[in-house]
């Protein structure tokens, strides 16, 4: 009973009209324009260089190449042997 009364307040202080300042907008956007606060600076991203050798540069190149030789190989399609379709005579 004593939560559906506590509930029923905090319920009834969220409904409440909200009146902002007018200037509230131009102060949100000068607050932005100045830069994150330390606490959020790790949630951005990191850029980091990737760094490759060149044996590995090498290697990727050549698995690029072999996936677009292997790509544009004809295929030979057979028939599928599962038994559905039509039957020959």
Known sequence: ??????????????QEPVRLDPSFDERV???IGE???????????????????PLGGFALAAA???GILVGRRPVRHRRARCGVGFARR
Request: charged residues 25%; aromatic residues 6%; glycine residues 2%.
């Open 64 to 66: 690029v190449l072999t």
């Open 29 to 31: 956007m000068a607050a």
């Open 1 to 14: 009973m004593a939560d559906d009364r506590w509930l029923d307040r905090v319920t009834d202080v969220l």
């Open 35 to 53: 830069g994150l606060p330390d606490a959020v600076t790790p949630l951005r991203p990191r850029y980091r260089p990737l760094l490759v050798s």
